[in-house]
């Protein structure tokens, strides 16, 4: 297929989005005490509202899907385009201006399993899933986190073993965000005990109907439950759902971590609630406390700071770079200034956000509070990003690990 020039694909997408999508009213200003009073990190939706709207998330991939905006940087073989990320920026940063199907329920399986099934899965796992995951077929989640397997995952003892061409699963994950409503799952597994931890795990693509598997929900403390604790009982998966080499899943696993902080830092970091904070401010007369001035100021400073890394870290990525510790510290930086922001939130509401009194932009911050800690947690805890800055970026002696014989972990014992 030919490469269309920027200015032809700007316009194919701007057409295609006119046709399919009404346009986000983005010149209506954002007035306090009007509009939807909501302000969250994670959506909390009963499963029924949930459904309809991964069916509706669905329905607009495949609508884009088809008209080739779907896959844009992908491999022609497998339904992309075979375009630079840069054409796939064009495109999202187009489609941002139309009114959409909410897309989260694809963050996982094409932020972090698809690109993992690309690098490392056989042909024919590639060709069962890929083209099905970009075009909105099926969803996918991350089986990584186990009951004593978190920062440490290479501890992780769900096992799997070989019965001829198949591989036999039992074990325990646990967080596994959206396994609900997913169709497939990576996992990471133990398949050597013998070996050294991290050399004796394998990744595989598991049918997340699969007899064996049970799903139950786990509530946090935001009232939702978006995750859940998954159960496998002699699940069997084909030998061609293997991610890479037997017990080279270790690697398997740092292709899809590494995707992960992408996305999290990339996505986090406050971006829209800034009106609402400012109009906030505004609204309770506090624009002249010199106090709230200051700590808006370091907030306002703080995300600045963290866009032109990500905007670093994306601009690499365009140009077909691997995302490197940068993500540890986008990620690390994004989580910390939704904090920043909840603190700043708190200092201005007081007792107003821990009582619901039903006044308009007070008690809905809650849900933002109480779901950014998870944030900080997800896809590498804080400490363990600075772990990998300290190490990565600033060249800092190694973090001795759970395992060493330092003097902390002897004192441990
Ligand atoms: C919102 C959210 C979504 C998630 N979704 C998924 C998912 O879809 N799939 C999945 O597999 N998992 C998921 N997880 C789980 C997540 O990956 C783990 O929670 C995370 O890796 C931390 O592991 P843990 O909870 O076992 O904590 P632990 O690893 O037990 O950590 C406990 C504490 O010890 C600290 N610590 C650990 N090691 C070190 C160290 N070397 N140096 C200093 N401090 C250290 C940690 O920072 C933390 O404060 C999700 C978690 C959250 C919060």
């Known amino acids: 297929m030919s490469q269309p020039t920027v200015e032809q694909f700007?316009?194919?997408?701007?057409?295609?989005?006119?046709a399919n999508a009404p346009r986000k009213e983005a010149e209506k200003k954002f007035v306090w005490g009007e509009g939807a009073d909501k302000v969250s990190m994670f959506e909390e939706k009963d499963r029924k509202s949930e459904t309809q709207d991964v069916a509706l998330a669905c329905a607009w991939r495949q609508k884009k899907f088809d008209a080739g905006f779907g896959y844009i940087f992908g491999p022609e073989q497998y339904g992309g385009r075979g375009l630079t990320a840069a054409y796939?920026?064009?495109?999202?940063?187009?489609?941002?201006?139309?009114?959409?199907?909410?897309?989260?329920?694809?963050?996982i399986g094409l932020g972090m399993v698809a690109p993992t099934i690309v690098a490392h899965g056989s042909d024919i796992a590639r060709e069962t899933y890929v083209r099905k995951m970009y075009r909105g077929e099926i969803v996918g989640c991350q089986l990584f986190s186990e009951p004593g397997a978190g920062s440490d995952l290479a501890s992780l003892s769900t096992k799997a073993e070989r019965d001829g061409e198949e591989w036999v699963i039992t074990g325990q994950k646990v967080w596994t965000s959206g396994a609900h409503y997913s169709d497939i799952g990576e996992i990471i597994a133990r398949t050597d005990f013998d070996m050294p931890k991290h050399k004796g795990l394998t990744g595989f693509i598991v049918d997340m109907r699969a007899p064996g598997v049970e799903i139950r929900p786990l509530r946090q403390m935001t009232g939702g439950a978006s995750f859940n604790e998954v159960f496998f009982s002699e699940v069997r998966v084909r030998d061609d759902h293997?991610?890479?080499?037997?017990?080279?899943?270790?690697?398997?696993?740092?292709?899809?971590?590494?995707?992960?902080?992408?996305?999290?830092?990339?996505?986090?970091?406050?971006?829209?609630?800034?009106?609402?904070?400012?109009?906030?401010?505004?609204?309770?007369?506090?624009?002249?406390?010199?106090v709230v001035r200051d700590a808006l100021a370091d907030l306002i400073i703080h995300n600045k700071v963290a866009g032109f890394n990500n905007q670093r870290a994306m601009?690499?990525?365009?140009?077909?770079q691997m995302p490197g510790p940068e993500m540890s510290m986008a990620?690390?930086?994004?989580?910390?200034?939704?904090?920043?922001?909840?603190?700043?939130?708190?200092?201005?509401?007081?007792?107003?956000?821990?009582?619901?009194?039903?006044?308009?932009?007070?008690?809905?911050?809650?849900?933002?509070?109480?779901?950014?800690?998870g944030g900080r947690i997800a896809g590498g805890s804080d400490e363990v990003m600075r772990n990998i800055v300290a190490e990565r970026v600033l060249g800092m002696p190694k973090d001795p690990g759970i395992d060493s014989k330092s003097p902390f972990n002897e004192l441990r014992k």
């Open 10 to 18: 700007h316009a194919d997408a701007l057409a295609f989005l006119e």
């Open 315 to 320: 601009d690499k990525i365009k140009s077909g």
């Open 88 to 107: 796939s920026k064009i495109y999202e940063s187009l489609e941002a201006n139309y009114e959409i199907p909410n897309q989260s329920c694809f963050t």
């Open 242 to 290: 293997r991610l890479g080499d037997i017990n080279n899943g270790w690697n398997v696993a740092l292709t899809t971590l590494m995707n992960e902080r992408a996305a999290i830092g990339a996505g986090s970091g406050g971006g829209g609630m800034f009106t609402r904070v400012i109009e906030m401010v505004k609204y309770y007369g506090l624009e002249k406390d010199p």
């Open 331 to 373: 990620k690390l930086a994004g989580t910390a200034n939704m904090m920043r922001m909840g603190d700043f939130v708190s200092m201005v509401l007081g007792p107003k956000l821990i009582a619901d009194s039903g006044e308009w932009g007070t008690y809905a911050w809650n849900q933002l509070i109480l779901g950014t800690p």
